[in-house]
């Protein structure tokens, strides 16, 4: 059974740093992706913006214009974990962040109606 079980998140100012976890289990890491997404109040889940996504079996990371440069995705493979560091926080980063895991050319689609696994989202606030 796949489980994607997330930690991490709260409150904090404007320019501050929060980070997020993400842990995968019953799932082969090889061929998988790994995606961050995130939603505002009021937006359904269709509308889901993915802001950073890494390929575990090479490293390989990309970003949401909305968050590169301040937003680093990044893996540890002995423990079946993927961060989401987010720094220079802004109140528009306020959100529902969700992980989703699915194969490997969803790291090119993004697309969030196309992962399978997902985790059960943490609050981030982002007070100014």
């Known amino acids: 059974q796949v489980q994607l079980v997330q930690s991490g998140g709260g409150s904090v100012q404007a320019g501050g740093s929060l980070r997020l976890s993400c842990a995968l289990s019953?799932?082969?890491?090889?061929?998988?992706?790994v995606g961050w997404f995130r939603q505002t109040p009021g937006k359904e889940r269709e509308e889901r913006e993915g802001v950073a996504f890494i390929y575990i079996a090479r490293g390989t990371t990309d970003y949401a214009d909305s968050v590169r440069d301040r937003f680093i995705v990044s893996q540890d493979n002995a423990k079946n974990m993927v961060y989401l560091q987010m720094d220079s926080l802004k109140p528009e980063d306020t959100a529902m962040y969700y992980c989703a895991a699915g194969g490997r050319r969803y790291c090119r689609t993004q697309d969030e109606l196309d992962f399978p696994y997902w985790g059960q989202g943490t609050q981030v606030t982002v007070s100014s």
């Open positions: 019953g799932i082969t890491t090889d061929s998988v992706c």
